[in-house]
């Protein structure tokens, strides 16, 4: 009985230390909590905001199912399905897109915003379709997006957002088609919708090893975006920004060593789109702050670095 008195006592003792170092790190969110609802107050317009821890599934949301206008940020989800696609295609399927299919640049693909397409020679350069995703996501090239969205089938794009559970992340119109922008077909998700995305490929739930390496690779393609303006420029971040009039967006995998994170910020109805890009680096920032901590510290809060071959 003293045993098991003396056991119960280790184990309660056990126990409270794993409850302290719990209130710690939930400290570390208050923070990054309190940071984001400054931002929101201070900012003319309107914000959502999506952060996922990718090791403990512990997330943080503001205005997570509220829908907002992706711009360009919606090409993420092209991406995925051009690489669904190739996985398909690598499979025997029929009628697929792969990555190495080529293309014949035409004059009537150009639209606004496609500066590499713009200048090449239409009815003689040839690009493959990895290409074509390159400038797409690189440089957010228009007229690439839209030969892409006609190659793998804007249905296809929704189609596998459907199959994800994600009904209000929707490709709903070219790039530029402001026809359709003006009758209300907007891209759109919203920030828990595109959190998930980003998790269940980063999980591997949606392309196989490989094709997730690559498909990440593609998207960490170097890109003027708010999401990384604050951070280390050494670290791998996959992300894909988007503006339009009164609009910004960003969302990506910030692939930080031991604490991956995803982080999704958008923003509408900005009384100066400055403030928005701004607000987002500013959230970026506090994320990295919180995740950095934790990806160096113990669960008593040291942290431990190693300078000139010494422990400090």
């Given at each position: ?87 398909q ?16 640049v035409?004059?009537?693909d ?42 793998v ?18 490709l ?9 922008a003006?009758?209300?077909r ?52 996959a ?7 009164g ?66």
């Amino acid at each position: 009985m003293k045993r098991l008195f003396c056991a119960a006592l280790l184990c309660a003792g056990f126990t409270g230390q794993a409850m302290a170092a719990q209130e710690k790190t939930d400290l570390l969110w208050k923070r990054f909590e309190n940071t984001v609802a400054d931002t929101e107050k201070n900012l003319d317009g309107v914000m959502g905001v999506a952060l996922l821890d990718l090791n403990t599934g512990k997330q943080f949301l503001l205005h997570g199912d509220e829908i907002f206008p992706q711009a360009s940020s919606i090409k993420i989800t092209v991406l995925a399905e051009l690489y669904h696609q190739s996985e398909q295609a690598a499979s025997g399927a029929k009628g697929k897109q792969k990555l190495t299919d080529p293309y014949v640049v035409q004059a009537d693909d150009i639209v606004q915003d496609s500066d590499i397409m713009g200048g090449l020679t239409p009815g003689v350069t040839t690009l493959t379709n990895r290409d074509l995703a390159t400038m797409m996501i690189a440089v957010s090239d228009n007229a690439a997006t839209n030969v892409l969205i006609d190659r793998v089938g804007m249905g296809n794009v929704r189609a596998l957002m459907e199959s994800l559970g994600l009904p209000n992340t929707q490709l709903r119109r070219k790039m530029m088609d402001l026809k359709a922008a003006s009758e209300g077909r907007e891209n759109i998700s919203t920030p828990r919708e595109m959190m998930t995305l980003l998790e269940a490929l980063y999980h591997g739930k949606v392309l196989g090893p490989k094709t997730t390496e690559d498909f990440f690779a593609m998207l960490e393609t170097h890109k003027d975006s708010w999401i990384p303006a604050s951070l280390p420029e050494n670290l791998k971040i996959a992300n894909k920004p988007g503006a339009l009039e009164g609009v910004r967006a960003d969302s990506g995998v910030i692939f930080l060593e031991n604490r991956p994170y995803v982080l999704c910020v958008m923003t509408s109805y900005l009384g100066s789109e400055k403030a928005g890009e701004q607000a987002i680096s500013k959230i970026s920032a506090a994320a990295f702050d919180l995740f950095d901590r934790l990806s160096r510290a113990s669960e008593y809060g040291r942290v431990i670095s190693v300078s000139n071959g010494a422990v400090r």
